[in-house]
């Protein structure tokens, strides 16, 4: 059958248009379109081909939702992936022939389409259908019907499209009516080598893209915890959810086939900083008219609110802001997965090192300490090419949604391709330096002397970024993925690294090469015993001379209740010690800390952290150690009638800021 003409760059002529950000509002084209715009004497469509039904094939168990891996979805409409054909079927008023009847299948998105937009779609129907291209290839007739095979392009815009089909008459267009059974939702095919989103693993796709039941771990390097995290992204109503929170973005349509600015934008629209998004992030422990961030469990609570009251919700902190990303983006089709890093740096200044101050009695200077280490921090990986870059840095991109920085006048961050973090790349698009100050700083111990000088005193180049972990696939377990952002600590790979990324742009950072060289060769370190709420425990201080010489060591230590996102809220514990170390020997000082220093300045999702500086008095050697401190919660046992003690997915019960189930607390840095 030959190709059916077009109608014109938009409907209603090619007048300028608005905006196109909303995949709710529509613009229905017309029902007839005449050439010349006037009705002819004596012309009535229904005396030409009509269409009398239209069946999309769209139960869970059709071929269309099955093939198409959306059998999932909780959902009566018809949901297929781009790139991949589908199977409808168009009733007539009376056999289709030809030789003489012209039609064409029209996909339709938002208010103003446009065809060089790609918001309006004219499918043209052809003898084959072409790899990379729209078309719809007829492959049974039967009486008054015709079963068609429709192929999206692999590039097409991701969202609910209308459905029209239009037929030709000698004097212009018969469209059908607008009818809501025939809408059909595209989305990002991971089982289409076209598709920029394609992953040729098929164990990884279940997981990455159909799993909707993850683990998040948190706690502290030390003492790692995991927690289960329902993503629920076939529940009924998410899919909806997802595509308004692009419509809440202003999003224009066309930009909705990209993956990259699709999850740029759902980093910045799953907080709600400055875009009025899901999540209003709290980290001071108050949670007024809202939930703790500790009681959800799920996403699907948290969407389904956040899209009928067309408000933020109330409350999140790093690991719900990325439970939350990853339910939007599994839902759209893009493969995601939630990532946890260990001791993971907020860098301010994009030096790419932490700079800490001390007093010169060896105490934290939080005045001019601006930098911090988070004890924990969740984000997200999306898996994508990445076309605007040089070849070899698609793959896993970071894009995380807590709002820690502004980036192009928004708080979000990414995508940021891993591979071009773990080389130092950091030139590359988007916000590269900050994930990699977050995973390889250097950890900088400055003095600020009271003359008001800074007197860099000590570097640790292995403090950051210790451990990075995500899921398993097929398995709860905890899979190291470490070695992906970074190369080991001390390897000439590291430094070359942390300097390529210092020359690609990043501020200079304060100079460290006027630290001294150690001239006692005296290490120090420091242990904490199991903590347990409520209970005294104490700190283990260790010093070791390995010198032939006698050294006295002045020390400090410092507790601190703190955020996980390394904030301190106020201390709770100083002491000042001296320590006579003979020659080629160690010596241990142990700080006893009773319950009823801390018990009282506990708050949700604060830990111990202890810092501990050291001064070699006779050669002025600075050392400095810092750790933190899970507290481990007594087992609770809760009896009773299960049914009594069920929640909704979505939410749970928290005690202290720590989940009475999770035994040994949580932490998020």
Not at 390 to 401: A, K
Request: proline residues 5%; charged residues 25%; glycine residues 8%.
């Amino acid at each position: 059958m030959a190709e059916t003409p077009g109608t014109g760059a938009a409907f209603g002529g090619r007048r300028a248009l608005p905006p196109n950000t909303s995949n709710a509002e529509e613009n229905d084209p017309p029902t007839v379109e005449l050439q010349g715009g006037l009705m002819p004497r004596g012309f009535n469509p229904q005396d030409y081909l009509n269409v009398t039904d239209v069946h999309l094939f769209k139960e869970r168990w059709d071929s269309n939702k099955v093939d198409h891996h959306t059998d999932k979805y909780d959902s009566k409409k018809l949901i297929v992936r781009r790139g991949q054909p589908f199977y409808i079927q168009i009733d007539f008023s009376r056999p289709y022939d030809p030789r003489r009847d012209l039609f064409r299948v029209e996909y339709v998105i938002g208010r103003y389409p446009q065809e060089n937009k790609g918001t309006y779609i004219p499918v043209p129907i052809v003898s084959e259908l072409q790899r990379g291209k729209w078309g719809a290839k007829v492959i049974t007739t039967e009486d008054r019907s015709v079963r068609l095979s429709v192929q999206p392009s692999p590039d097409c815009i991701v969202g609910k499209f209308r459905m029209y089909v239009a037929v030709w008459t000698p004097y212009g267009v018969i469209r059908t009516s607008r009818n809501p059974e025939t809408d059909t939702y595209i989305l990002f095919n991971p089982w289409c080598e076209e598709d920029a989103v394609y992953l040729d693993n098929d164990k990884e796709r279940e997981e990455y893209v159909l799993n909707d039941i993850g683990v998040i771990f948190y706690g502290e390097f030390n003492d790692i915890k995991s927690r289960s995290w329902s993503y629920g992204q076939f529940e009924e109503g998410i899919l909806d959810a997802c595509l308004y929170m692009m419509d809440r973005a202003k999003m224009d349509l066309s930009g909705r086939g990209n993956p990259i600015k699709v999850s740029r934008v759902g980093s910045a629209m799953v907080n709600a900083k400055d875009d009025e998004g899901v999540l209003v992030g709290s980290w001071d422990n108050v949670y007024s008219y809202g939930v703790p961030p500790s009681a959800w469990t799920g996403s699907v609570d948290i969407l389904l609110e956040y899209k009928s009251s067309q408000t933020p919700v109330r409350y999140g902190q790093c690991w719900v802001f990325a439970g939350v990303f990853n339910t939007f983006l599994r839902c759209l089709g893009i493969p995601a997965r939630v990532v946890t890093n260990y001791f993971s740096a907020h860098d301010n200044n994009a030096n790419l090192q932490l700079d800490i101050f001390l007093e010169e009695d060896g105490n934290v200077n939080s005045k001019l300490t601006k930098d911090s280490v988070w004890n924990y921090h969740c984000w997200n990986e999306a898996w994508m090419t990445r076309p605007d870059l040089p070849v070899g840095f698609g793959g896993w991109q970071v894009v995380d949604s807590t709002p820690q920085e502004n980036s192009d006048g928004m708080y979000r961050c990414g995508p940021a391709s891993v591979q071009a973090i773990k080389h130092g790349h950091v030139c590359f698009q988007f916000d590269a330096p900050f994930v990699f100050a977050e995973v390889n700083s250097d950890v900088i111990y400055i003095t600020a002397k009271k003359d008001g000088t800074h007197v860099v005193k000590t570097l640790d180049t292995t403090h950051i970024g210790k451990l990075i972990v995500t899921k398993q696939v097929g398995a709860d377990g905890m899979k190291d993925i470490t070695d992906t952002y970074k190369f080991q600590e001390g390897q000439e790979e590291e430094r070359l690294a942390l300097e390529t990324a210092l020359m690609y742009g990043a501020k200079k950072p304060l100079s460290t090469e006027g630290i001294p060289k150690s001239r006692s060769d005296i290490h120090m370190d420091f242990e904490v015993e199991r903590a347990v709420l409520g209970r005294d425990f104490t700190v283990v201080l260790t010093f070791r001379n390995n010198s032939p010489t006698r050294y006295s060591v002045t020390a400090y230590l410092s507790g601190n209740i703190t955020f996980y996102t390394g904030v301190s809220k106020g201390e709770f514990k100083n002491e000042t010690f001296n320590v006579t170390l003979e020659p080629l020997s160690f010596k241990t000082e142990a700080v006893w800390v009773r319950a009823g220093e801390y018990m009282g300045q506990l708050l949700e999702q604060a830990f111990l952290h202890f810092f501990v500086t050291a001064r070699v008095n006779e050669t002025n050697d600075v050392l400095a150690k810092q750790k933190s401190v899970v507290l481990t919660i007594p087992k609770i046992s809760v009896k009773g009638d299960p049914a009594q003690r069920h929640r909704a997915v979505g939410r749970g019960v928290s005690a202290l800021g720590l989940r009475a189930s999770e035994a040994d607390g949580q932490h998020d840095q």
